[in-house]
């Protein structure tokens, strides 16, 4: 299939690529590298073996996408690129609201105007909000509890009315967990600008020295040890999960939202454990009270992916920490640390 990547250079884009690619793909990445570097894509390649186009540009202008486009002549797409910051949308929901909801609109329109009718689009765990019950299925109500949430819900339900409107269409929704890990081949990982809001980053950072200590935000939550938990996913199960999905957007029409969690939960306290045993590194900590806006625990039913896809996550806690951990030493200031 000829497929085009939207925000292809970022962190769960560079892991699908070698998907992608390892399937045999031929491949067109867009990135305007806000928050990514033109190095993950040689180091793709790199991994790969094999090339694909790259083409460095913004969602935003619909001329370069027109270009892209008819040059290219997509089937299907996959669309990453968009701001993922919980924080920076409080402080700038329009900013948010622009890159995330009107740059998919125009990508959409240009999809349509050039007949490429497939598509699967980066959702998260986050359209939930607070949860009426666990594990979360697809059928849990949605009540994103922040503006980067309502993003994705917004643009979710943008599709859903689109893809209704066009006989033949087919979108795959993927509701991504907490992704983390890193291939194990230590050259491509999770590559944050600034100081790491999540936790697995924040610990790697810790780690290795750039960070003193981890706080960890709240120890009095309604769980096995009174810290958050969450259903962490193995970035390269996740990317595995991208190929699922474009596959069986080629076989199928329609719209489908689909979990991408193993279906496992880990506290804060379990997760810090496992990374010291990855990494042989104490890592200190200091509990603080709980950060605003989180929820005690989320965590994914994974039916439906491998009733629809046939996918189901292999990869456990201990190798996600080993292969952050692997990123991170051999790279301690990220794509920076070597280019
Ligand atoms: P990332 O920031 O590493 O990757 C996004 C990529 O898109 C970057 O390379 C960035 O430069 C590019 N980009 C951003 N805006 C663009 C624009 N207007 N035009 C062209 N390129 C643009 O993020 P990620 O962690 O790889 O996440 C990918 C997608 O998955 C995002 O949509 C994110 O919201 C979603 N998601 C991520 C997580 C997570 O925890 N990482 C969880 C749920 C959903
Ligand atoms: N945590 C700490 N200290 C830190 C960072 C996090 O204790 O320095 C705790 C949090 O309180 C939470 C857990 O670690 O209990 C996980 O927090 P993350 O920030 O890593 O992940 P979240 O579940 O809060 O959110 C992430 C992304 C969202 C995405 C969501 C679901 O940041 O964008 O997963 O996919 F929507």
Not at 238 to 259: D, M, P, Q
Not at 272 to 291: L, N, T
Request: proline share 4%.
């Amino acid at each position: 299939m000829k497929i085009l990547v939207t925000g292809g250079a970022g962190y769960i884009g560079s892991h699908t690529l070698l998907q992608l690619l390892g399937a045999r793909h031929e491949v067109l990445v867009i990135d305007n590298y806000s928050n990514s570097s033109p190095e993950a894509l040689v180091r793709v390649k790199k991994l790969a073996g094999s090339g694909f186009k790259i083409c460095e540009g913004d969602i935003l202008d619909t001329c370069f996408l027109n270009t892209v486009f008819t040059e290219f002549q997509p089937e299907a797409v996959i669309h990453f690129a968009g701001l993922k910051s919980v924080g920076d949308s409080n402080r700038d929901p329009l900013e948010y609201y622009t890159r995330n909801v009107s740059g998919s609109i125009g990508l959409f329109r240009c999809m349509q105007q050039h007949n490429c009718s497939r598509i699967v689009f980066s959702s998260s765990a986050t359209v939930y909000g607070e949860a009426n019950y666990l594990p979360y299925d697809e059928a849990h109500s949605l009540s994103p509890t922040n503006p980067y949430g309502r993003t994705k819900f917004f643009i979710e339900e943008v599709i859903r009315d689109w893809v209704r409107s066009w006989d033949g269409s087919s979108a795959v929704l993927l509701r991504y967990f907490n992704p983390v890990g890193a291939d194990s081949s230590g050259l491509i990982g999770e590559d944050p600008t600034g100081t790491p809001s999540n936790l697995l980053p924040f610990v790697s950072q810790v780690a290795v020295g750039r960070l003193d200590k981890l706080i960890v935000f709240g120890d009095d939550y309604n769980t096995r040890d009174g810290s958050g938990e969450r259903d962490y996913i193995h970035v390269e199960d996740l990317a595995r999960a991208h190929l699922a999905a474009i596959e069986y957007s080629w076989e199928n029409s329609g719209c489908e939202a689909i979990n991408v969690g193993t279906g496992r939960g880990a506290t804060v306290f379990e997760t810090i454990e496992a990374f010291e045993r990855a990494s042989g590194c104490k890592i200190p900590f200091q509990c603080a009270p709980r950060r605003a806006g989180d929820i005690a625990s989320s965590i994914a039913s994974v039916r439906k992916a491998e009733q629809l896809l046939g996918w189901k996550a292999k990869l456990n806690l201990e190798q996600m920490c080993q292969t952050a951990w692997n990123w991170q030493k051999n790279n301690p200031y990220g794509y920076v640390s070597t280019v």
